[in-house]
Nanobody
């Protein structure tokens, strides 16, 4: 089971940190994707990390609109993955999902969504003044 948390209402320019935790899976064994779906829009990949190495251009994909604002990190001791979102904008408003793909593919793109093995239920992020 995968559970996201940390969403909420924040003013433009604010920050949120989303968490993705699993009670049954060791997240270190997975590639991780953060996706979002805004009202009336298709779900899109926001930030995907494809292996367990340190985040770098080699193994991490960023949606252009979040580059320089969003980062990903792992805490293996807590079996958690985090999406740190800074300088939030109204266009970041969406439901955010964490997705897990068993194993690594070591490249800087998000896999097709149907390739991910597990999905969380999503957490709502609303950026508004």
């Amino acid at each position: 089971q995968v559970v996201e948390s940390g969403g909420g209402l924040v003013q433009p320019g604010g920050s949120l940190r989303l968490s993705c935790v699993s009670s049954g899976e060791t997240l270190d064994y997975y590639s991780i994707g953060w996706f979002r779906q805004a009202p009336g829009k298709k779900r899109e990949g926001v930030l995907c990390i494809s292996d367990r190495d340190r985040v770098s251009e080699r193994n991490t994909y960023y949606l252009d609109s979040v580059k320089g604002r969003f980062t990903i990190s792992r805490d293996n001791a807590k079996n958690a993955v985090y999406l740190q979102m800074n300088n939030l904008k109204p266009e970041d408003t969406a439901v955010y999902f964490c997705a897990l793909k068993r194993g690594y593919y070591s490249d800087n793109y998000c896999l097709p969504q149907e390739s991910y093995d597990l999905w969380g239920q999503g957490t709502q992020v609303t950026v508004s003044s």
